[in-house]
């Protein structure tokens, strides 16, 4: 091609044809630069459309990801509402000793000894600068605060994991009603709600101790009722901060399914 432009460009010379001869380059020059234009467009669209497709994976994984924060989060509020329900219930028992029944009392002490604690799946966009890809400016904001939520539900799991530890635990432990209590555990099946798999059955027994248990005397104790409150307060805390972060997930989400066209 460039030999046939350049054969035409010389007879157009030895004829004497200049006038022809320059609006022949012009037009060339034009077709050079309209072949660079179009040249620019299609390697512009190939990145376009290469961005596009990144964005869209990086969408979908990260909408993967919230789900699964969203099924977890939901879990450990239940968790949690359970917890609250269980330590109203010993309040009343606290308050009316008539009502006690050992079973019920030993259940709901199962409860209060748990510690749920959101462990989310964090991804790294920010740090990687996959941030970019994304389009959606109100996207972008909401994933960039992600992390710095995350921290302020985490806080009070671990307030409340510190203080069972070293405040209630030892009450428990020191009226010796753990291994009763514990049984009760695996018997209510409470343990299912952490497994990576639901609906099963753990087949794991302790056995009740052979030493008598008067669980009227912890109820009795205002260190145990002390306790208890706690345990309530702490679990409602957790979850009005857990409420909120489930809100800002359900955003996440419908923006990223918004983007995905879903």
């Not at 376009?48 to 990144?54: C, F, M, T, Y």
């Not at 109100?138 to 069972?164: A, D, F, N, P």
């Not at 059955?201 to 056995?207: N, P, V």
């Amino acid at each position: 091609m460039i030999k046939f432009f350049r054969h035409i460009r010389q007879k157009l010379l030895s004829e004497n044809k200049f006038s022809k001869y320059l609006l022949y380059a012009i037009g060339e020059i034009i077709l050079v630069v309209i072949g660079i234009l179009i040249a620019l467009q299609i390697n512009n669209w190939n990145e376009n459309r290469i961005a596009q497709q990144k964005e869209q994976e990086l969408l979908l994984q990260l909408h993967s990801e919230f789900k699964s924060n969203l099924e977890q989060l939901e879990q450990k509020i239940s968790l949690r509402n359970s917890m609250i329900n269980a330590s109203f219930k010993l309040l009343e028992y606290v308050d009316h000793p008539e009502k006690r029944n050992n079973d019920s009392i030993l259940k709901h002490l199962g409860y209060t000894v748990l510690s749920p604690t959101f462990d989310p799946i964090v991804n790294d966009i920010n740090s990687s600068g996959r941030i970019g890809l994304i389009q959606s400016a109100e996207l972008k904001e909401k994933l960039s605060l992600w992390t710095s939520e995350i921290i302020q539900v985490t806080e009070e799991e671990q307030v409340w994991l510190h203080y069972r530890n070293n405040n209630y635990m030892p009450l428990l432990l020191k009226k010796g009603m753990y291994r009763n209590l514990v049984n009760q555990y695996w018997k209510d099946n409470i343990i299912e709600a952490f497994h990576l798999d639901k609906n099963i059955k753990a087949d794991f027994y302790l056995g009740d101790t052979k030493r008598e248990i008067n669980l009227s005397v912890l109820l009795d104790e205002i260190q145990f009722e002390n306790h208890i409150a706690q345990c309530a307060t702490f679990a409602n805390l957790a979850n009005s901060q857990s409420l909120s972060l489930r809100n800002r997930i359900v955003e996440l989400l419908e923006l990223i399914e918004q983007d995905l066209g879903l």
